[in-house]
């Protein structure tokens, strides 16, 4: 999804290096919402109306395609100069509400990755990209990347270091599984962080179990734990993720048990403006 801001151009450069590393195409989708709707009027006020909103409707159609175009060009041309990884790619055009369109057009895409901007923490709460992207990631359906605007690595190589929020059940590992299938061809460090109000030797011994587990099935990698007090978390990652120098962080996106606190709408928004780190979050 892309709105020809920065924004997208930074989350292109990353999805077209993912797509160039899988062989895969990749879908540039932008969306337009016309600001005109019926209401209640009479009949005579409804067809002015919507003649006008016809006309209205061609403008934005024929800008918005013309921006698209424009965009696809400027890709284009950062492909042949080698500035820009290549990839073949479509693109598609549509109105509606970008958040609803993003999902339904992943659901007959099927996509292995959507990948798409959102802001940094120093941008308004009301910030269109980020409440947008917040959407598509609470819808759960397919893996997305959020990448923030202040994002400065310009290929997936460049990540070192991982972080991946576990509550030691099942449906992690399925969803770690996932998430080293998409990513298998990119070395990087893994941190699993786990959340929680009191921390006891079972936990411990639980984390140093999926470490192991790490080790065994993703050889070669370095792995690692912590643990995170639930007060004040939000700065507690930050924290930690500056410490040791966490590139991305990766969610198993769920809704339940006591690990959905860190995935409700108002928890999972704070997760994605808190902080400057891209999210991946994994469907389980």
């Avoid at 202040?150 to 576990?166: P, S």
Wanted: aromatic share 12%; glycine share 4%.
């Amino acid at each position: 999804p892309i709105d020809f801001s920065d924004y997208s151009l930074q989350a292109c450069r990353l999805g077209f290096d993912f797509a160039a590393t899988h062989q895969a195409e990749v879908v540039l989708l932008h969306t337009f919402l016309s600001p005109f709707s019926t209401g209640s009027l009479s009949l005579t006020e409804t067809i002015s109306y919507e003649l006008k909103e016809s006309e209205e409707h061609k403008l934005l159609f024929a800008k918005a395609n013309r921006e698209m175009a424009n965009f696809c060009e400027k890709l284009q041309r950062l492909m042949t100069d080698g500035d820009f990884p290549s990839a073949p790619f479509i693109y598609r055009v549509c109105e509606g509400v970008p958040e609803d369109t993003i999902i339904l057009m992943a659901k007959e895409l099927n996509p292995s990755l959507i990948v798409m901007g959102s802001r940094g923490k120093t941008r308004k709460e009301i910030d269109l990209i980020g409440s947008v992207t917040a959407e598509v990631v609470d819808s759960g359906n397919f893996p997305v990347f959020a990448v923030p605007e202040g994002f400065t690595h310009t290929c997936m190589n460049e990540i070192k270091n991982i972080a991946f929020f576990t509550n030691f059940d099942q449906q992690d590992l399925i969803s770690l599984d996932t998430f080293m299938r998409l990513f298998e061809n990119y070395s990087f460090g893994i941190m699993f962080l786990h959340l929680t109000e009191k921390s006891d030797a079972w936990t411990e011994i639980k984390l140093a179990g999926i470490r192991d587990y790490c080790q065994s099935h993703y050889s070669g990698r370095e792995i690692d734990y912590k643990i995170i007090g639930e007060e004040n978390f939000l700065d507690n990652v930050e924290k930690l993720f500056h410490e040791s120098a966490i590139d991305v962080m990766v969610v198993p996106n769920r809704k339940r048990n006591i690990f959905a606190r860190l995935f409700n709408p108002s928890i999972a928004h704070k997760m994605l403006f808190h902080t400057d780190t891209p999210l991946i979050a994994i469907p389980s």
